[in-house]
C-alpha cells in the first residue's frame, strides 16, 4: 500500500513471521524488470515489527517499479541487493 504521511509517500510493508536473522538484516527494494536487467531501489532495512512505513524518495518514480522485495541483506558493506529474496511481490 502507498500512502502519504506528512506530505512524504511511503510503502506500508508488513512481513509478519519472518525468521530472525543473525548477522543480517530484511531490506526492502522496488524492483524494474522491463527492461533487459533488473533497476532496484533501496526502500530501507524492515525492523522487528511486522509493518513498516518506508519512504518513498523523491526521486523515485512509481511508475517505473513494478516489484517489491524483501531479501536478506548480510553485514557485509555492499549497498547492493544480496539475492537472497525472501518476499516478492506487485505493486499494484
Known amino acids: 500500500m502507498c500512502a502519504y504521511e506528512r506530505g512524504q509517500r511511503r510503502i506500508v510493508v508488513r512481513a509478519d513471521g519472518m525468521p530472525v536473522q543473525i548477522g543480517a538484516d530484511y531490506e526492502a527494494w522496488l ?8 533497476r532496484v531501489a533501496a526502500l530501507g532495512v524492515l525492523g522487528a515489527g511486522p509493518d513498516l512505513a518506508l519512504a518513498v524518495p523523491a526521486t523515485v518514480d512509481l511508475s517505473q517499479y513494478h516489484i517489491i522485495e524483501i531479501s536478506v541483506e548480510p553485514h557485509d558493506g555492499d549497498a547492493g541487493p544480496s539475492g537472497r529474496s525472501m518476499l516478492r511481490g506487485r505493486l499494484s
Open 31 to 38: 524492483i524494474d524488470d522491463s527492461g533487459p536487467g533488473e
